[in-house]
Every structure is written in C-alpha cells, then in structure tokens.
C-alpha cells in the first residue's frame, strides 16, 4: 500500500498542493489509507512528485488542520482515526451557522438554500 498521486501537467486551475492535499484526503476518507497508515516525509513524497518541499509541507498542513493527518514529531507523519475531527469540525460549523441564521431572522428553508447556493458554487455543481 502506498500513496497514489498524480499532478496533472498545468491544465488544472487547482495548484499542485491543493491536488496533493485533495487527494491524500480522498484516499484518507475512502479507506485506500487506513488510520494509523505512516504516509512518507515531506522531502520524500516532494521528490517523487517532482514539487518543492514546501509545496507537500502545505499539503500537509492543510489535511493536518482538517484532521486527516497527525504529525508525531520526530516519529513521522499518520492518517488519523476516520475523520473523526473533520466531523466535529463540521457539525461545530453547522452549529455555528444555525446559531446565524437564527439571530439574522432566517427560517430553515432560507438557510437551507444559502447552503445549498454555497455547495453548488463550491462544487461546480
């Protein structure tokens, strides 16, 4: 088992970090990495990329924030447990939100629909 990315050749709008991060996420949320799955040093995984360090140490950074990946100092980086702190992360969110909607006058069909607004702008869809 390893981790499996592929930067595109410049066509993609997304820069090189983002599609590192988004696809250890997706490989950390799906199962293709297991919690507790050593994922390789920032200099290795820069290097059989073809990326500057600091490019994967973004990555990194940013899937730590979401809580997909645990540093443990000098003993490397970890997928984390499922996503657990993603989850708490969301529904902290959506709590807050909810809490804003409410104080702004909005019913939940309002808030609903701004959300559903956010989605379709942030996915594409």
Sequence with gaps: MSV???IDDGTSAAPPYEQ?????AE???SGALPAGYRLPTVRGLAESLGLAANT???AY???EADGLI???GRHGTYVAAAGSAAERELAS??????????RLGL?????????REALRAAYGG
């Design 27 to 29: 490989q950390a949320r």
């Design 93 to 102: 969110a959506a709590q807050a939100y909810v809490e804003r909607t409410r």
């Design 61 to 63: 950074r940013a899937l």
């Design 20 to 24: 590192v991060r988004a696809q250890i």
């Design 70 to 72: 645990e540093t443990r």
């Design 107 to 115: 019913g939940e069909e309002a808030a609903l629909a701004a959300v």
């Design 56 to 58: 994967v140490a973004k």
């Design 4 to 6: 499996k990315i592929d």
